[in-house]
């Protein structure tokens, strides 16, 4: 059974950083995709960081050059790192896996992704 479990959201002061993590358990394929959402309150899920699992990365352009998106070396977890955070970051971020790359795309909508976990809540205020 695949469980993706986020971690490390919580209250911020803006223009601190922030790093996110991914535990991901039971996921057997061999070529996959690893991505960030966030839903702000009232609006859409929204795609930030995407990762293939042979590296490749992708950003929307809101976020890129303050976000990063990595994995670690036995690939069982996925992080993203925010720096400078700004209130319009506040947002319940999510991971979520789909067994095919998608780096390339551009701006991949949620539906594509088949694994998803509980979200994260990121609040930043002074």
């Known amino acids: 059974q695949v469980q993706l479990e986020e971690s490390g959201g919580g209250p911020v002061q803006p223009g601190g950083p922030l790093k996110l993590s991914c535990a991901v358990s039971?996921?057997?394929?061999?070529?996959?995709?690893m991505g960030w959402f966030r839903q702000p309150p009232g609006k859409e899920r929204e795609p930030v960081a995407i990762?293939?699992?042979?590296?490749?990365?992708n950003y929307a352009d809101s976020v890129k050059g303050r976000f990063t998106i990595s994995q670690d070396t036995a690939k069982e977890a996925v992080h993203l790192r925010i720096g400078m955070l700004q209130p319009e970051d506040t947002a319940m971020y999510y991971c979520a896996a789909r067994a095919a790359y998608c780096a390339t795309m551009y701006k991949p909508p949620p539906t594509i992704f088949s694994y998803w976990g509980q979200g994260t809540q990121v609040a930043v205020s002074s």
């Open positions: 039971g996921f057997p394929y061999s070529f996959y995709c």
């Open positions: 990762i293939d699992n042979d590296g490749r990365s």
